[in-house]
């Protein structure tokens, strides 16, 4: 499996930006996915995941009410929707991808086994 993470850029706070990760595998119903975010000299963290039928998602604390997560399995996307950016979200973004069985949703780096090459989203205040 071979994600690629895109959408990133420079905005101004306040801003909207949309994520987009694509996946190169036959069946992409078949993987939950997942957003995490790099900040210079953080670890990286949990944003977002959906489960692989997309009737289940999760979202940390830190972007409930700004950001959103979906997918489009038919065309193998997932995209992260962000609004009413600040300068803390300022980091490089990655998509992950697993294989899920079930509908499970999985919000651990460690669960995830698939990785993007990730996209830099800059905030400026």
């Known amino acids: 499996v071979q994600l690629q993470a895109s959408g990133g850029g420079l905005v101004q706070a306040g801003d909207s930006l949309r994520l987009s990760c694509t996946a190169s595998i036959g069946t992409f119903s078949s993987v939950a996915v997942g957003w995490f975010r790099q900040a210079p000299g953080k670890e990286r963290e949990f944003i977002a995941a959906i489960n692989r039928l997309a009737d289940g998602m999760k979202l940390a604390d830190s972007v409930k009410g700004r950001f959103t997560i979906s997918r489009d399995n038919a065309e193998n996307m997932v995209y992260l929707q962000m609004k009413s950016l600040r300068p803390e979200d300022t980091a490089v973004y990655y998509c992950?991808?697993?294989?899920?069985?079930?509908?499970?949703?999985?919000?651990?780096?460690?669960?995830?086994?698939?990785w993007g090459q990730g996209t830099l989203v800059t905030v400026s205040s």
């Open positions: 992950a991808a697993r294989y899920s069985a079930w509908s499970d949703i999985f919000y651990s780096r460690e669960q995830y086994h698939y």
